[in-house]
């Protein structure tokens, strides 16, 4: 099970800190993955991370100004969002990927999912 926190409201410009817990999963036997979907858009990709840590991947409206991390020792991956905008908005879940490099952009790739948390940038 994975369980996302750290969602909420701030202004623009401001910054927000998600965590996704794994309970019942070694998440270093994973890639980790975060996507959001805002209200009437499709779900879409944001960053993955390989099972240590070593590479990344981010889609272009947030290079520079987020970071996905993991801690292996806590079974928990973060995200940190610094500079949000407004187009920030959304519900974002983290995701596991059992291919441990895999860092897929595409959900599909992505065995199992949290339930997700609300962002919310106001302008």
């Known amino acids: 099970q994975l369980v996302e926190s750290g969602g909420g409201l701030v202004q623009s410009g401001g910054s927000l800190r998600l965590s996704c817990a794994a309970s019942?999963?070694?998440?270093?036997?994973?890639?980790m993955g975060w996507f959001r979907q805002a209200p009437g858009k499709e779900r879409e990709f944001v960053a993955t991370?390989?099972?240590?840590?070593?590479?990344?991947i981010y889609t272009d409206s947030v290079k520079g100004r987020f970071t996905i991390s993991r801690d292996n020792a806590k079974n928990t991956v973060f995200l940190q969002m610094n500079s949000l905008k407004p187009e920030d908005t959304a519900v974002y879940y983290c995701?596991?990927?059992?291919?441990?490099?895999?860092?897929?952009?595409?959900?599909?790739?992505?065995?199992?999912w949290g339930q997700g948390t609300q962002v919310t940038i106001s302008s």
């Open positions: 995701a596991a990927d059992q291919r441990r490099q895999g860092l897929a952009t595409a959900g599909g790739a992505y065995e199992y």
């Open positions: 019942g999963r070694t998440l270093s036997n994973y890639a």
């Open positions: 991370i390989s099972w240590n840590g070593g590479t990344v």
